[in-house]
């Protein structure tokens, strides 16, 4: 499966973004009148690149995911995807109605994958998350990180070259997360898929991404970029990983006081 | 790849061993199936405290009856007259007609109030135009009662069949419509969301997601559906009572008071009571614990 994916990946070798976004902007009707979330916003991915979007409430990281995964149209500006991007959110979002193998299949079925396919795909989906044996597991009967496994499983069964993660490990307890940013990380680089990670957790950040990108809040704007030149495998505990994270959150403090001046 | 296999295989050799400190928070974090219920304890919990009401009841009416507190039997027959008179039915072969003239009116009804409440509330639920229009009648009609479609049905249709799976239609669609309609309104955003960005929009996202995330709300529906077709009918074979016709439960009981025969009335009674909780439990109370306990929606009590 890995390798399907990796294949998919350098099958586009011509690309020279998996995400380009162009001066977007945002605004949504508010109490008084138009309100500005997101302000000539800039940035692209490249293939297989793992980009962390950073930022305290306020600054329309979920928003501009979402108009990344095309749920939502820019105000201003242009955003330019190679093809359909997969979604992963906070909540694991599986369907309930669904065993934890046939959410995956459904994946597979709406993008066309033939029947007698999909059961095998499924099961290399749910062995690559280390999951092999739970394609019969209720949703309920799986625990927050196992959810979020399959989630995973079932973003990457799309097979797009675009994954967008929204705070998806946020709702998960210190270790489960932990465990998750390695595996995250794993699967990152096996199948060099780009992903654009969204989270408030600064240490998160930078132990996940090559870059790191500060939103500033309402609007929210590219307030500065940080490329993290760490070797993998990384620990959340790494001193570099913690003075990189020192810098950043001095950063995110600043842009976070200068709500509180005015 | 089983989680509990890994772990066993691996005995904790390297502490930084990815693969066995998940298999191990799995294993810690998956809640284990509960048992089964030991049919001793359904016994004691699911059917003894009904059962106990049932005699109860029972005993305050004969102790009535006995005890001379009423003891006229043309108001209140006492519960062995009731008992024979059932008797007398089954064993003249005519109990097993009444009930099966009414189920098979009330199921057949049901079953057409089905196959036009589906698609009304879908549409109701979906088009907001519809919704705007219907969606308020749609609503109001679940609370008149359907014994006033009786009189206009009868001069519509005349005193036959048709009449009866028209008032069992308008008293059942509206329910299972809203049942739907309540069961497509409450299916939460990130389902949709989550569809969408796997490629399941218009029909494919309906089919495929709307409708079975709203599933509990349109068994719901149902169940109150069948409520309101069987209430309807009753009221139906009540009132348009025609030899014709053939004896349903409702003819029963209307036919028990024009010989002014009580006991007859309450054999109808208790058999229309009986008929509509039996459909209940055999079958949509399965239904529903069954799309519950897959989606994990059923508290064990």
């Known amino acids: 499966m890995a390798t ?143 959810r979020q496994r399959v989630a995973l499983a079932r973003a990457l069964a799309q097979e797009s070259r ?57 609007p929210g704007r590219v307030a500065r970029e940080w490329t993290v030149d760490l070797p993998h495998p990384r620990r959340i505990e790494d001193a570099a990983v913690a003075d990189l994270s020192v810098e950043i959150t001095e950063e995110l403090r600043g842009e976070i006081r200068r709500h509180g001046r005015h | ?126 088009v907001r135009f519809v919704r705007a229009a219907i969606g308020p009648i749609l609503s109001g009609l679940q609370s008149l009662p359907s014994v006033a479609w009786v009189p206009p049905a009868v001069i519509w249709l005349g005193l036959n069949d048709s009449m009866m799976y028209a008032v069992i239609l308008l008293g059942a669609v509206p329910s299972i419509a809203n049942g739907l309609v309540s069961g497509v309104d409450q299916v939460p955003p990130v389902f949709l969301r989550a569809g969408r960005t796997l490629g399941a929009t218009g029909l494919k996202g309906t089919w495929h997601i709307t409708l079975p995330a709203a599933l509990p709300g349109y068994v719901a529906g149902l169940k109150q559906g069948w409520a309101f077709s069987w209430r309807s009918l009753m009221a139906a074979e009540i009132i348009a009572s025609f030899p014709d016709l053939g004896v349903g439960l409702g003819q029963l009981l209307e036919n028990g008071r024009n010989a002014s025969d009580m006991a007859m009335v309450f054999e109808a009674i208790l058999l229309i009571l009986t008929v509509g909780i039996a459909i209940d439990l055999l079958v949509f109370s399965p239904l529903e614990r069954w799309v519950l306990r897959s989606r994990g929606l059923l508290v064990r009590s």
């Open chain 2, 1 to 126: 790849m089983a989680g509990t296999d890994t772990a066993s295989a691996k005995p904790a050799r390297d502490p930084g061993d990815l693969a066995g400190l998940e298999a191990g928070l799995d294993a810690l974090e998956t809640a284990h199936p509960g048992r089964r219920t030991p049919w001793r304890r359904t016994l004691t919990q699911k059917v003894l405290p009904p059962a106990v009401a049932v005699l109860l009841v029972l005993a305050v009416w004969q102790g009535l009856v006995s005890f001379g507190i009423v003891d006229d039997p043309t108001k209140l027959p006492a519960p062995a007259d009731v008992w024979h008179v059932v008797r007398d039915a089954w064993l003249e072969g005519t109990l097993l007609g009444y009930i099966w003239t009414s189920v098979s009116r009330g199921l057949l009804g049901f079953c057409m109030a089905l196959v036009i409440g589906t698609p009304l509330g879908l549409l109701v639920a979906r």
């Open chain 1, 4 to 146: 399907t994916l990796a294949k998919a990946a350098e099958g586009t070798g011509a690309a020279t973004h998996a995400a380009r976004i162009a001066h977007v902007s945002k605004s949504f009707p508010g109490p008084a009148g138009e309100q500005l979330v997101l302000d000539d916003i800039t940035l692209d991915v490249a293939p297989g690149e793992f980009v962390t979007l950073l930022g305290a409430s306020g600054c329309g990281k979920s928003t501009l995911l979402n108009l990344v995964a095309g749920l939502d149209r820019p105000s201003a500006g242009a955003i330019d995807t190679d093809g359909r991007p997969a979604l992963m959110f906070q909540e694991h979002a599986l369907f309930p109605w669904l065993t934890a193998g046939k959410n995956i299949e459904l994946a597979l079925r709406l993008r066309g994958v033939p029947k007698a396919e999909r059961r095998e795909r499924a099961e290399e989906l749910l062995a690559l998350v280390r999951l092999g044996g739970a394609h019969g597991k209720r949703v309920h009967e799986l625990s927050g990180g196992m």
């Open chain 1, 162 to 218: 675009l994954l967008l993660m929204d705070e998806p490990f946020a709702a998960l307890d210190a270790i489960t997360r932990d465990v998750l940013h390695d595996e995250l990380t794993r699967i990152w680089r096996e199948t060099k898929l780009s992903v654009l990670f969204v989270t408030h957790n600064v240490r998160e950040a930078v132990r996940l991404a090559e870059r790191v990108v500060l939103l500033s809040s309402r």
